[in-house]
């Protein structure tokens, strides 16, 4: 279990200190090419880190997970990979290096209105799910180190692109949401539902389908 404890808590030091407040001067060091290049190999070894290390945790439990969690789980993973296809558009201004190619007005289209962060909203729905449905240490970890960076990455990248694009980022961040649906809840903006990418949207679904395929061939059914 120490392993697994070392390793949350390299993932989360890494994201919200290196990137965080240390990223200025690591990144003067080895020039923001360099600092981009040395943090995702960094964010590639933690993650593998944190997977070998949760196979071989031990059960510890922690709570029991509540009835119809599954249910709950399997929902909000299916609406994990429907956002993460549409994280990777191109225009997406909250994507890694969008800052040093989007200088001018930013698009506010399609998954945009629903948030400017589908791509991390996809990776903490995936983890809320597994956290409701295992209620081990290991998992807590896991999921748990995930879920902080996730929120946290959200507040980091308007920060950074709020210095980094200025007004061009105030007008964008003031038409949408970090929450999903809250800006056109707000009336700030509205659902354009022809806006959304069908193709997208069927990746989504069969990424799905793989990952319960996977889990089943593991021999952990997420299935209720």
């Given at each position: 279990m120490l392993s697994m404890i070392l390793a949350a808590a390299f993932w989360?030091?890494?994201h919200l200190l290196v990137a965080g407040p240390l990223r200025p001067a690591v990144?003067?060091?080895l020039g923001e090419q360099g600092f981009r290049g040395v943090f995702s190999l960094a964010s590639a070894a933690g993650l593998a880190w944190l997977v070998f290390a949760f196979r071989a945790a031990p059960y510890v439990p922690v709570w029991a997970p509540p009835f119809g969690a599954r249910y709950v789980?399997?929902?909000l993973v299916f609406l994990a990979?429907?956002?993460f296809p549409f994280s990777i558009a191109a225009g997406n201004p909250t994507l890694a290096g969008a800052d040093m190619l989007l200088k001018d007005r930013l698009p506010v289209q399609g998954m945009t209105r629903i948030t400017r962060h589908p791509g991390l909203w996809a990776f903490a729905l995936w983890a809320i799910a597994h956290l409701i449905a295992n209620g081990d240490l290991a998992g807590v970890l896991l999921f748990g180190a995930i879920l902080v960076t996730a929120l946290n990455g959200?507040?980091?990248i308007?920060?950074?692109r709020r210095r980094a694009l200025g007004s061009a980022w105030d007008e964008f961040a003031?038409?949408?949401s970090r929450l999903p649906f809250a800006a056109i809840i707000a009336g700030r903006n509205r659902l354009h539902v022809e806006e959304l990418s069908p193709w997208r949207a069927g990746i989504g679904v069969a990424l799905f389908a793989a990952a319960l395929w996977?889990?089943?061939r593991a021999g952990v059914s997420p299935l209720p």
């Open positions: 989360v030091a890494l990144a003067a060091r789980a399997l929902v990979f429907i956002l959200m507040v980091s308007d920060r950074k003031a038409a949408t996977l889990h089943d």
